[in-house]
Structures are given as C-alpha cells and as structure tokens.
C-alpha cells in the first residue's frame, strides 16, 4: 500500500511540474519577421505570467507598449498591443503557442484585413 501512494504522489508532482513547465514563458524573446508590406522587422517581448494572466511589453525599433488583454491557457497565449502609426492608434492581436524555448504568433491587426506570423525564440 505504501509503495502505491508514492508512485500516485510522484506521478501527481511530475505532472504538476510538466503543466508548470508548458506554461513558462516568463522572461525576455526575439522574433524577427516579415510583415504583410513585405519589410522585415524584429520585436523584444518581455513578459511575465501569473497564473492565467499574461503581463509586458513589446518593444521594436517605434518604441515599447504595455501588453493588454493577456492570457495564458496551458500553452496557449493571446494579447493585444496598442501602436502608433502615423498618429493612428492601432491595435494588434496576438494569438499562438508556447512550446520550450520558441514561441509561434499569428498577428492581426484589428479592423483590418493584415495578418502575419512569426516565430520568437527565448533569450
């Protein structure tokens, strides 16, 4: 009986470090990428996680925005960031999956028909 409840607890603890581990994108990424215009670009993601709630900044060559609306749900990831293009503010969702050390994103810029992809890997 003994030797069972030890295999049940440590089965529980290694599933529990997994489930943490999947989730754990706290820290600093780098993605470069192309956009729909065509011009390759690269962003500095510094995020932070608590429980389900996904915080930061995103930070390129325009400048640094607060990360908004951040959610974490296993190792899926959504945000939004408010930029300014031309005096015009816009927003750009962000949606995609964690997996180790790379991070894959589809873009979406709200109200529009532009969508792009990138890969961000963890520094």
Do not use: H
């Not at 429980?51 to 990831?77: F, K, M, W, Y």
């Amino acid at each position: 009986m003994k030797r069972r409840v030890f295999v049940q607890c440590g089965a529980l603890a290694a599933l529990l470090a997994a489930a943490g581990w999947a989730a754990g994108i706290t820290g600093k990424w780098k993605a470069e990428f192309q956009t729909p215009d065509g011009n390759t670009r690269s962003s500095i993601f510094n995020l932070k996680e608590d429980g389900a709630t996904l915080t930061g900044t995103v930070e390129s060559p325009r400048g640094q925005s607060e990360i908004q609306e951040g959610r974490i749900s296993g190792n899926e990831i959504s945000f939004s960031v408010v930029r300014n293009f031309g005096g015009n503010d816009v927003k750009m969702l962000y949606k995609g999956t964690v997996s180790g050390d790379e991070m894959k994103l589809k873009v979406e810029v709200e109200g529009g028909d532009r969508t792009f992809e990138m890969t961000a890997k963890r520094m």
